[in-house]
């Protein structure tokens, strides 16, 4: 058990979704520090916007929710161009210190997703620090933004890279993300129609209510949820081998932050669209039940395959939702609570009885990115079920960019700003992305990639078999000549502070002596 | 030199152990071969191994083949380990000591300066600091990994069984429900074939250098 | 004794080098130039010998000395060229095999071994290898003992017969069972030799020729 965590020196989005937290707008931008002394005089005026991660109460001694949050993260470079003793640097990880697109081989960034053709703020040197900014709407995230500005003019030295590409070609000096919108309303959707974001996992001390551990946490022998060690997620506490997780020194730079990945994801609304048409006229089901087949839950609620195999069964459970809505609505306790519990199964569930993947296809997006113990084919092999799982779990950030054109196409600009936040890149990220995502061994499938953000290059064996319930008669289905659905356009990896090191790395007293 | 050949990693270590406590270690070992598969059902599992081994070398037992080669005079004897097993070790060591710690510790148990599977880190430098490269390495399938050749074997067994049992005198349809259910029972044999994944950047630039000298034809000449 | 498993072999051999020098060069030095020089996969000498699933080749030039002071500092006196083997059938067997399809290559590398200038033939060559080698004491197959053209088979027709599956889906049941028919007179399915992968193949099979038919 690890003690208690210090939320107030924890960057917010660690432990935050704040998408999740009624912050449906965010800035994105990044900056370069010219000389090392104004990079620190600047960040030091940053320090006091810096959203920290306690909890949000409307009354008593926990903070008042804010109408807009700031964070912020360097790369190794700026680290370097922060003045950081090269001890220190020289303690973080191989692949954190290469930088996203030198690991481009590794992670499958290759064609039309290769670093050459990433967003022109990528091509050339100088990313130093990711600057954050969620908004409750746009003018919120206006004002601080002008702020931050402000503040950076102010101190000289420090400039806000150019270069993000926008709608209509027009490049801007920051990457804007936005909930995607239907009828006025914020939906948890993303550009392709699915419901997005579900399931980001639960680790001990992150503040978080506990009836939210099932289906989030670690699985034990007894088949109990179970928290994720801290260490898996915040640097400086034990992780799931016991030990703390490799870190550079002093303790209180590494103490309390984390590393973060952050991938600029365009998605080929086009390309989907019409590779789901295309397939969907041979498919003995809905084409929704063929996007719910690609991705492991329906597009439209979310619902996973393991609850809803197939369109009968969706339709039923559709029917029993909006029942209990209605009763709920009224008033009906009783309603609200079996409402709850049916909710409940969006996320708390497993893979057991779908050993063959004909409810969820074993190749499927979340069964692939959230193995959920599916690894441990025969019970009692490994020292847990989920054994193979707890050290390769992803805390899930980001928003989707771009949309709300008339006419969404490959060429309009929209897709995800996905950010994902670890103790280790290479065992957690790179690991899924390498291995779950563009490979499949694991899984038994060969070479077979992910739908939707895999590789694939259209040819005849990039494919997805949609499993079938053996003796039932029925063939599996394949869908074959994967095209690239999503193309990565930028992105680079981050190192997430404490506010206690944010303020030493400002005051240039990191000192690892 | 190169540890990778395809989609395999082949992992030589070389750890002392004390001359009595390796016959204990043989003992153990030949408990885990009389009671196969009891204590191998974590590694079946997993799954990434074609073949591995553990070979105890008595401190007495270096092979000497001629009067005129030095007699060995060892104080510890000796345990190798040799595996080949799919994706590399810097990439694969969180499943195998995560999936399987007490099996790994059942098997490095008497070695000198064992330290336990978990905490992760010092059984990571333990294997590394005793590992040996190799100087050659082949493996005659780099396409395929371990489940790749396991699931082609049951597939053609399968593809033969059913090509025998089709008949000149059944309909078409017929033949069409009997395909449908071959596929149905052979759906998880069906991955694609294809490439390993890049199990390091170092690999990839011995490679690169590799093909460099074989295009430049200058790979120096040996001194024998 | 467990150096097999069903019909698979693991073999473990140590041959010591000579302590000698060649053009001021040390023995065991030359002995690990060569074979890190050795051409790789299907170019690999082990790819022309029968039945090789995995095999390896380095220098053992020392044992590690485990840190702290309360171990004793081993020291080998001789260097070692470990050759390991796994491989389908018995071991005279695979040694022929070895001798009769590499010999140059056998000559080459365990020229400096101490003793192999004895070894003439491939009678000697076996008695040899059978004097280096090691009892393994715990041998684990993850994977098959059948001959490796059965398994060179086997991966073949998984190669091609789900190119063959994705191609034909939605195809009606006369053209699927014709194209099905003619697809497995194509593979020979029976023929474990032809058409199948090659030993230490790197890329896949061109099956192009298979569809256009």
Redesign the interface.
């Known amino acids: 058990m690890n003690r208690p965590l210090d939320l107030d020196d924890i960057q917010g989005n660690i432990c935050k979704g704040y998408g999740r937290y009624g912050f449906p707008k965010a800035r994105y931008f990044f900056l370069q520090f010219h000389t090392p002394d104004q990079g620190r005089r600047c960040l030091h005026q940053l320090i006091p916007l810096i959203t920290n991660a306690e909890p949000w109460a409307a009354d008593g001694d926990s903070p008042l929710k804010p109408d807009v949050t700031t964070n912020i993260a360097f790369t190794y470079a700026g680290l370097e161009a922060l003045g950081l003793p090269q001890r220190s640097l020289n303690g973080f990880p191989g692949e954190f210190r290469?930088g996203m697109k030198?690991?481009a081989?590794?992670l499958g960034d290759n064609g039309p997703s290769a670093p050459e053709h990433w967003d022109p703020v990528w091509q050339g040197e100088g990313i130093h620090a990711w600057v954050s900014i969620n908004g409750r709407d746009m003018d919120a995230v206006e004002t601080r933004f002008s702020v931050i500005r402000g503040i950076i003019s102010d101190t000289g030295g420090v400039s806000i890279r150019p270069g993000h590409r926008g709608a209509d070609n027009t490049l801007l000096p920051w990457q804007d993300a936005s909930a995607v919108y239907e009828n006025g309303k914020v939906t948890p959707k993303e550009h392709f129609g699915y419901v997005d974001g579900i399931g980001n996992p639960y680790f001990e001390g992150c503040g978080n209510d506990p009836s939210r551990l099932p289906g989030r946490g670690k699985l034990n022998k007894e088949g109990q949820w179970q928290p994720l060690a801290t260490g898996e997620f915040i640097l400086g506490h034990v992780d799931?081998?016991?030990?703390y997780p490799?870190a550079p020194e002093p303790h209180l730079l590494a103490h309390n932050g984390t590393f973060m990945v952050y991938r600029k994801l365009h998605e080929n609304v086009t390309t989907f669209h019409h590779y789901v048409d295309s397939v969907a006229q041979d498919f003995d089901g809905s084409r929704e039940l063929l996007m719910a087949k690609f991705s492991g839950r329906w597009p439209d609620n979310g619902a996973p395959l393991t609850l809803a195999p197939d369109d009968e069964a969706k339709a039923a459970l559709d029917q029993q939702l909006a029942s209990l809505t209605e009763k709920a609505d009224k008033g009906d306790a009783c309603a609200a609570a079996q409402l709850k519990a049916l909710k409940d199964q969006w996320i708390d569930f497993t893979y057991a009885d779908d050993k063959?993947g004909s409810r969820c296809p074993?190749g499927a997006h979340i069964r692939r990115a959230n193995t959920r113990a599916s690894l441990?084919?025969?019970k009692?092999?490994?020292?847990?079920p989920s054994?193979?799982d707890?050290?390769?779990r992803l805390l899930r950030r980001g928003l989707p960019y771009g949309g709300g054109q008339k006419e969404a196409s490959d060429a309009t600009e929209q897709g995800i700003i996905f950010m994902c936040l670890g103790a280790s890149i290479?065992?957690q990220f790179e690991?899924i992305q390498?291995?779950w995502i563009?490979?499949?061994?694991d899984f038994?499938?060969?070479?077979?990639k992910d739908v939707l953000i895999g590789s694939n290059n259209g040819r005849l064996?990039?494919?997805h078999?949609i499993?079938?319930?053996?003796?039932?008669?029925?063939?599996?289905f394949?869908c074959s000549h994967l095209p690239r659905m999503v193309e990565t356009r930028g992105g680079d990896y981050f190192f997430i502070p404490s506010i206690t090191a944010l303020n030493m790395i400002a005051q240039g007293i990191i000192d690892p002596t | 030199?190169s540890n990778v050949?395809?989609?395999?990693y082949?992992m030589?270590v070389?750890?002392?152990l004390r001359w009595w406590t390796a016959l204990w270690?043989?003992l153990i070992?030949?408990v885990?071969?009389k009671t196969f598969p009891y204590f191998?059902?974590?590694?079946?599992?997993?799954?990434?191994?074609?073949?591995?081994?553990?070979?105890?070398?008595n401190r007495w037992?270096?092979?000497?083949?001629?009067k005129?080669?030095?007699?060995?005079?060892?104080?510890?004897s000796?345990m190798?380990f040799?595996s080949?097993f799919?994706?590399s070790w810097?990439?694969y060591i969180?499943?195998f000591?995560?999936?399987?710690?007490?099996g790994l510790d059942m098997?490095w148990r008497w070695n000198?300066?064992y330290p336990k599977s978990?905490?992760?880190?010092d059984f990571y430098h333990y294997i590394r600091?005793?590992q040996?490269?190799?100087?050659?390495?082949?493996?005659?399938?780099?396409?395929?990994?371990?489940?790749?050749?396991?699931?082609?074997?049951r597939?053609?067994g399968n593809?033969?069984s059913f090509?025998d049992s089709?008949t000149d005198n059944m309909t078409?349809?017929a033949?069409?429900?009997a395909?449908?259910?071959f596929?149905?029972?052979n759906?998880?044999?069906?991955?694609?074939?294809?490439?390993s994944?890049?199990m390091s950047?170092s690999h990839?630039l011995v490679q690169h250098h590799k093909q460099v000298n074989t295009a430049h034809e200058k790979?120096p000449e040996?001194?024998? | 004794m467990?150096n097999t498993f069903g019909n698979?072999y693991?073999l473990?051999?140590?041959?010591?080098i000579?302590?000698g020098r060649?053009?001021n060069?040390a023995l065991d030095?030359?002995t690990?130039?060569?074979?890190?020089?050795?051409k790789?996969?299907s170019a690999?000498p082990?790819?022309r010998i029968p039945n090789?699933?995995?095999?390896?080749?380095?220098?053992?030039n020392d044992?590690?000395f485990?840190?702290?002071n309360d171990?004793?500092r081993?020291h080998?006196?001789?260097k070692?060229l470990?050759f390991?083997s796994?491989f389908h059938g018995d071991l005279d067997t695979y040694l022929s095999g070895m001798w009769q399809h590499a010999e140059a290559e056998i000559r080459h590398i365990w020229q400096h071994?101490?003793?192999f200038n004895n070894v003439q033939n491939e009678k000697d060559f076996i008695a040899?290898i059978k004097?280096?080698?090691?009892?393994?004491?715990?041998?684990?197959?993850?994977?098959?003992d059948?001959t490796?053209q059965?398994?060179?088979?086997?991966?073949y027709?998984?190669?091609a017969?789900?190119e063959f599956?994705l191609t034909h889906q939605g195809k009606?049941?006369?053209q699927?069972?014709a194209a099905?028919?003619q697809f497995?007179r194509q593979v020979d399915?029976?023929n474990p030799v032809s058409p199948a992968?090659s030993?230490?193949?790197?890329?896949?099979s061109d099956l192009n020729p298979l569809q256009q038919r």
Not at chain 2, 132 to 151: F, G, Q, R, T, W
Not at chain 3, 32 to 38: P, Y
Request: hydrophobic share 35%; glycine share 4%.
């Open positions: 290469m030198s690991r081989d590794i799931e081998a016991q030990e490799l063959h074993i441990e084919t025969q009692g092999a490994f020292n847990t054994a193979l707890d050290r390769r290479e065992r690991f390498q291995q563009n490979y499949s061994n038994h499938l060969g070479n077979d064996t990039d494919k078999i499993q079938t319930q053996p003796k039932s008669g029925k063939a599996p394949f | 030199m050949a395809g989609k395999a082949g030589n070389l750890t002392p270690q043989k070992f030949w885990v071969v191998l059902k974590g590694l079946l599992t997993l799954s990434l191994i074609h073949y591995a081994r553990w070979t105890i070398i037992s270096f092979p000497r083949l001629d005129t080669q030095p007699k060995e005079t060892l104080t510890y000796y190798l040799e080949n799919n994706g810097d990439q969180d499943s000591s995560f999936a399987i710690p007490g098997f000198i300066k978990i905490p992760l880190h600091f005793n040996i490269e190799c100087d050659h390495y082949y493996n005659a399938y780099p396409l395929a990994s371990a489940n790749d050749v396991k699931s082609a074997k597939l053609t593809l033969r090509a089709l078409d349809e033949f069409m429900d395909y449908r259910q596929l149905a029972d759906q998880h044999a069906l991955g694609s074939m294809g490439d994944p890049l950047t990839q790979q040996e001194e024998a | 467990a698979s693991g473990t051999t140590l041959c010591p000579i302590n060649h053009n060069t030095k030359i690990r130039r060569r074979i890190q020089l050795l790789e996969n690999s082990f790819a090789t699933y995995f095999a390896r080749l380095f220098i053992l044992v590690f485990e840190q702290g171990v004793a081993d080998l006196k001789s070692y470990v390991t796994n071994a101490v003793a040899y004097k280096c080698q090691l009892t393994t004491s715990l041998f684990f197959n993850g994977s098959t059948d490796l059965d398994q060179l088979k086997s991966l027709i998984k190669q017969f789900t599956a009606t049941a006369a699927l069972r099905f028919n497995i399915i029976h992968w030993p230490g193949q790197e890329t896949l």
